[in-house]
């Protein structure tokens, strides 16, 4: 029993809250939504905006909630995870030793890039088209808009890649092959 309390007092919450927190918020304002009724146009591209967006104080909500806060996070994450290594070796007095931890970096700098790469440009023009010029990129806000799908597509590959051992696997794989291809001798 005592060891159940130790787990459970150690165990935090905060990642349930993240998985259950987008399913249901969007389930609640789209599908169930109390506020409108959706009318989807299916000759767009995204079949048009759900209703809530009509609601400005619940737009900017999900805006900044759902989007802005989660880039935020993985910015000052990555920024605090490279200073307390960089703070560890320093307060041990050991020299940082980049070629040691240059898989991490690259890894936190791939990751961060691929999620920063397709949101910021999306996310920096609905900000400008919200607070200063709403016509900013119109045209092209739509097609933006398909950037974010591409995160679930790369990231296998990104982790992956970040294996050495797969990454030689493969290597090995694609030479035996090209040693073993057959020619017609003329």
């Known amino acids: 029993m005592d060891l159940y309390r130790t787990t459970f007092n150690h165990f935090s919450c905060k990642p349930i809250f993240c998985l259950i927190w987008g399913p249901l ?40 909630f759902n989007i802005i806060l989660p880039i935020v996070t993985i910015i000052l994450a990555n920024i605090t995870l490279v200073i307390r290594v960089i703070y560890q070796k320093m307060s041990r007095q050991q020299g940082v030793n980049w070629r040691r931890h240059r898989r991490m970096v690259l890894q936190l700098w791939v990751m961060s890039s691929l999620h920063l790469g397709l949101w910021l440009p999306l996310v920096t023009t609905t900000l400008i088209e919200m607070n200063i ?4 990129m119109i045209d092209h806000l739509e097609t933006m808009q398909f950037a974010p799908y591409f995160i679930p597509l790369f990231l296998p590959m990104i982790c992956l890649s970040s294996q050495p051992e797969l990454v030689s696997k493969i290597k090995n794989l694609i030479r035996i092959r090209r040693m073993n291809r057959v020619s017609a001798v003329t």
Do not use: H, K, M, R
Not at 33 to 53: A, H, I, Q, R, V
Not at 133 to 136: G, H, M
């Open 25 to 64: 918020f969007y389930f609640i304002v789209v599908v169930i939504s109390p506020w409108c009724t959706n009318e989807w146009d299916f000759n767009l591209l995204l079949c048009g905006f759900p209703c809530y967006y009509g609601n400005e104080a619940l737009s900017q909500f999900s805006f900044l």
């Open 133 to 136: 010029q709403p016509s900013f």
